[in-house]
């Protein structure tokens, strides 16, 4: 090698990121625990939790007549993105990471069978400054309404905080929680009746999402022109990180008017493909087609210098949220999807045996061990 020759950076992961689920899961687990002696209180008020709601993506109370599920969520680091970008380009794109707010909410509370009811917002910045910002305020606000709109939510309120030494300066936390019912009950989908000779149907991102950004951003250091980095297609870097996630509640809210109720639902945000294994059963998942690699995500993944194991681990690669049917719904499932606007694909299917996610086409196994979040 010539002496004179940089040596090319190795393998960026998610630990160097600085996000290490190894430390973080744990107390989720421990939270988990701690909330399950709560349920009991339910009972004073005449109502009952739906135990095998916990460790799922959205909590499930019995209140008689029908069920209520609800969930709280935060953007995460995709804000800073955009205030990136807007150094560099003067636009706001806080109309689009509205939505990704929302999304993160909505996304998690329609695996349970929910239909999305009540958002509410939590906007804190780092000072009151933030909000004299006419431009970025009004897209928020603006891009927080249409997502709404799109999934026939009220938006009930919100809190918006100033908090200096807590937040950084000229910076916002994001975040929403959303409310919803399970009306009729025969809607709940909790993996009950999730069963060998099921479909996996995956749904297509639109790019990363709000999950994965700590590791999108540190990358921009091996990046010599930055967000502004072009990618094929024609945008850059940094606009293609900023795509919107997809909201996908009108899909579900379409397959329960074509008569279909999913087994199981998966949101594929935080631990990649990882969460196809969210289910407590002994079953295998084997994949036989992957969707198309979203650009942006391919981008990542080769600058990054990932292995597929550790991309499929990490990012959603294409597939933004997974829904397991009977088989003979699977193609239907599709159609209605598409239907919908969004783009899916009958991908493997539910068998017997250990609880492990195979995805055949890549050689990638993961095993129960791979996601420990109960």
């Known amino acids: 090698m010539n002496p004179n020759q940089a040596t090319p950076p190795g393998t960026l992961s998610y630990d160097q990121a600085g996000v290490n689920y190894d430390l973080i899961d744990p107390l989720k687990v421990a939270a988990q625990r701690a909330a399950a002696a709560t349920g009991s209180n339910l009972a004073a008020h005449g109502f009952t939790e739906v135990k095998s709601s916990r460790g799922e993506s959205a909590y499930v109370v019995d209140v008689g007549p029908f069920y209520i599920a609800s969930i709280v969520e935060c953007l995460g680091s995709k804000a800073l993105v955009a205030d990136e970008m807007h150094k560099l380009t003067g636009k706001s794109y806080y109309d689009s990471i509205a939505q990704d707010t929302i999304a993160m909410a909505i996304n998690d509370l329609i695996t349970v069978g929910a239909t999305p009811l009540v958002v509410q917002a939590y906007?804190?910045?780092?000072?009151?400054?933030?909000?004299?910002?006419?431009?970025?305020?009004?897209?928020?606000?603006?891009?927080?309404?249409?997502?709404?709109?799109?999934?026939?939510?009220?938006?009930?309120?919100?809190?918006?905080?100033?908090?200096?030494g807590i937040v950084e300066a000229g910076r916002i936390d994001l975040a929403a929680s959303c409310t919803g019912l399970v009306n009729p009950k025969e809607r709940l989908s909790l993996g009950d009746q999730l069963a060998p000779g099921d479909a996996i149907v995956l749904l297509a991102s639109s790019g990363i999402h709000a999950n994965g950004l700590s590791l999108a951003r540190k990358l921009v250091e091996r990046l010599p022109q930055g967000y502004l980095t072009p990618l094929p297609g024609g945008s850059n870097y940094g606009e293609a990180l900023l795509a919107p996630t997809v909201l996908y509640s009108p899909v579900t809210e379409a397959l329960y008017k074509a008569g279909i109720v999913p087994r199981y639902c998966a949101n594929i945000t935080g631990h990649g493909w990882r969460k196809l294994l969210r289910h407590p059963a002994q079953l295998t998942y084997r994949i036989r087609s992957v969707p198309e690699v979203t650009p942006v995500l391919r981008f990542i993944q080769e600058q990054a210098r990932q292995d597929d194991r550790e991309a499929y681990s990490t990012l959603n690669m294409g597939a933004g949220f997974a829904i397991f049917v009977k088989a003979q719904d699977a193609q239907r499932t599709v159609e209605v999807a598409k239907a919908a606007g969004v783009h899916a694909i009958v991908a493997g299917s539910v068998e017997d045996g250990p609880k492990q996610l195979l995805i055949e086409p890549l050689g990638i196994r993961f095993g129960d061990d791979d996601l420990q979040l109960r």
């Open 123 to 164: 906007w804190a910045a780092g000072g009151s400054d933030w909000f004299g910002d006419a431009q970025r305020s009004q897209a928020l606000v603006e891009g927080w309404k249409r997502a709404c709109d799109v999934c026939g939510v009220a938006w009930g309120g919100g809190e918006t905080p100033a908090l200096a």
